[in-house]
Each structure stands twice: as C-alpha cells, then as structure tokens.
DNA sequence: ACTGAAAGAACTACTCG
DNA sequence: CGAGTAGTTCTTTCAGT
C-alpha cells in the first residue's frame, strides 16, 4: 500500500473536515485560508487517494433509548481451524452489535453492543451472543462513557 | 431524558445516512421513497430531537501512514480520590489516542492509540502512556482490523 | 502543473397552496 | 404534506501564473 505523505494545507482541511463535515465548501475555505477551488481539488485527491473514505452520521443511541452499552471480549476455540471466520460471520450479523474489532492477542474479538436496558442486554446476551459460534470464553465490561471519539487527531 | 420513539420513516432515513449521510436530498428521497420535502422535515425534526448530532469524515489512518493501533486496557489507583479525572483529563490531551471509553468494573478506562510503526508505539507507550497520572496496571492489545464500526445498527 | 475566477448545473430552504 | 421558487452551493471550464 502506498503512504499518503500530507502538507500543512490537507492537514488543515482534514482537521475542519472531522469537526463537521457537512460544513460548505466557501467556509471550509474561509476557515482554512483557501479558496473554494482549492479546497476541492484537495478534497478530490484525498478521497482519491483513499484517504478520505467518506462519512457516517452520529447518532446519539442514549435519545434512542438504548441505555446500556457492553463492551465483550471473545476468546475463541483454538482448536477449530475455521472459528475465526465462522465467529465473526456470525457475529457481524447481530443487530445489536455496533462495533467490533479483531486483536492479536490472548484475546481474539472484541465488541461493542447496545441494549435498552438491563433485562433487554441479559436477553440479547443469551440468546444472540452466547449461541455465536465457537465461542472459548467472554468478558463483559459495561460502558459507561464514551469520551473521546475519533475527535482530535494525530495528524 | 425524554427517549425519542422513531417510525418507520425515521428508521428508513436513518439507516440510508449511516451508509453516507452526504446524500443529496433528492437521492435520499427516492431511495426512502419519499418526496424531498418530507425527509427535510424528518431531518429537521431528528436533530432538533438530539438524536442526529452531526457527521463526522472517515479516516483511513493506515493510508497515512499509522500501521498499528494498539487497544489499552488501564486500571486505576484507586487509592487516590481524584485519579480518574486527572487520568482522564490528562489522556484525553495525548494526540495518538483516538478513542476513549469508560467502564463498570475491574477495568476502568479503555483506550485506541495509533502509531506509524512499533518502534514509534514503544516511544507513544513510554513517553505519553506511562507518565499519565495514577496508572495501577496496563494490558495491552494490538489491533488487527476493525471489522464493524457503527453500519448496520439496531434499528 | 497548479492556482484563481467565473459560469452553469445542482442542491437546499422557504413560502404558499 | 406537496409543489414551486429564490438563494446557495457545487462543479466544471478557462485563463493566468
């Protein structure tokens, strides 16, 4: 894979961009000094590129009404050969699941759901993940904060 | 907090912004099947509710060179009063870590931290990681892939 | 080759029916 | 809630550095 070396000037979009990206293209400009051209020349090759690799709405699940948010950690099976693959298709599967992500490591899998409450996670929890193939043991942590969210960078 | 109950509209809207929210309106319309007009005022009304809180770009650090993240799990001292608020305070100023989430139980904070390589890893570890305030313990995990991060949701 | 300005197309917000 | 209009914003092209 090539490396994106940046300048100051994608540098500085790339920093406005992550605030808000919804933000209009002459006050992107204004705020980074540019002029609208540029700023969308710039922006075409980031996304070009790679580096840019679209967007995604926040959405806060607390106003949703789902109160409860488990962090899991999975260690799987190692003596079926198969486990990794077949445990992550399944799991990408179930709704509840908003995040996950694979480590090297004693422990193989974590992630991330989101219940309405505590009776709601304990029946996702039996019926949804416990079921999940190839399962070796689980640690649950319940979350209660989210603090710092892909905000400031280090770019 | 009052606990926003969403129709079948919202729903059809949302899930549509998550895959990317830079959809213009006339697009979104037909995929939902709505008329403009009427997703505007669902949009309104979404986030006027807190349940749209913004957008935010997507990154791919690994293009930008940040090969490895590493997932740290930290635990406290808990004899000190006031070491999770310092700690907090004083990692959430550390530029490699790009998310940060809290927790109930044995483990106390979470944290993803990234870095070019693992020589640079070693040197964020040692500089920025352990001189936080009031660090008990550390165990820490080294990130393969993130598989899931926030798609299909519970809708 | 890269930048800035301008025109045309597209989109959004607003008002009215 | 839908339709139409006015105001913005985006894109593309062109000329200049």
Known sequence: MRIIMLDDVDRRILRLLQSDPAQPLPELATLAGLTPARVTRRLDRLRQDGVLLGQRAIIDWRVLGYAVEVSL???????????????????????????????????????????????????????????????????????VAQVKHDESLPL
């Open 73 to 143: 950690r999975v260690t799987l099976d190692k003596t079926v050969p198969r486990a990794f693959d077949e445990f992550m298709d399944a799991a990408r599967k179930v709704r509840a699941v908003i995040e996950m992500q694979t480590f090297l490591g004693r422990v193989d899998v974590r992630l991330s759901l989101i219940a309405r409450d505590l009776p709601d996670y304990q029946r996702i929890y039996r019926a949804e993940i416990l079921t999940l193939p190839h399962i070796a043991d689980i640690e649950a942590l319940m979350t």
